[in-house]
């Protein structure tokens, strides 16, 4: 302690190395984790100013002060925007989800997302499912989107609480021949949190290696 208050230079220089090196070994720990660069960098970008922030915080908490008020402001003027490519999935209204799953002419099993442009959690997960659409598509399995912050109505049709507490967006719905068998997340009335949407996640929730492998089987 009387070393500390000594030499306090010193000990802060410490203290800096030490923060240095827990940051690179998150880094390190989620570029083996993460699926996409944009998800790698943006974890990195996060992890980056609970750095800087613990740093100021040991400098001055007037500098941490003026840091939070940028960043909210650059947060706020600088959202991630979606990802706009839509792969083989079909963008639909929920009219247009009613007709393929009753018509029964269609594709037996169907993957739908139901997303909103206002949800941050949606425009993070917005690049997985047109990517797994391209991957998994086929005769038997398709896939489509549904934008609820443009038919909001159609949410509690689907079972599905847009905001609040309990948002639940997106939310991930299988149906076989137009009963639903299986959806992400799940209902959950714990208001527990939910990973993040990924697409390792949703093939292993919804077992879309197993529904490939029956399609190119059954061929």
């Not at 001055?60 to 002060?65: E, F, R, V």
């Not at 963008?91 to 989800?97: F, H, R, S, Y």
């Not at 989107?145 to 997106?170: R, T, Y």
């Not at 137009?178 to 697409?199: C, D, G, H, L, M």
Request: proline residues 5%; negative net charge.
């Amino acid at each position: 302690m009387d070393k500390k208050r000594s030499n306090p230079m010193e000990w802060l220089n410490q203290m800096e190395i030490q923060a240095v090196l827990a940051f690179f070994m998150l880094i390190a720990y989620k570029m083996a984790r993460e699926e996409t660069w944009e998800a790698f960098i943006a974890d990195t970008l996060f992890f980056g100013k609970i750095f800087l922030i613990a740093l100021t915080l040991i400098m001055d908490y007037h500098l941490t002060l003026w840091y939070l008020v940028v960043f909210s402001v650059i947060y706020v003027l600088t959202q991630q925007p979606p990802y706009e490519e839509l792969g083989s999935a079909s963008k639909l209204t929920p009219l247009q989800l009613e007709a393929l799953l009753t018509e029964g002419n269609t594709s037996r099993f169907w993957l739908v997302e139901f997303r909103a442009s206002f949800s941050s959690s949606c425009r993070r997960a917005s690049r997985c499912f047109p990517e797994l659409s391209i991957t998994y598509s086929n005769k038997n399995l398709s896939f489509g989107i549904v934008d609820l912050g443009l038919f909001p109505n159609a949410a509690e049709k689907f079972g599905i609480s847009p905001g609040g507490s309990m948002g639940q967006l997106p939310t991930y719905i299988l149906f076989e021949n137009a009963i639903e068998v299986s959806r992400f997340p799940e209902f959950n009335f714990e208001a527990t949190p939910t990973p993040p949407i990924t697409k390792r996640l949703l093939a292993r929730h919804f077992e879309l290696d197993r529904h490939l492998l029956e399609y190119v089987n059954g061929k």
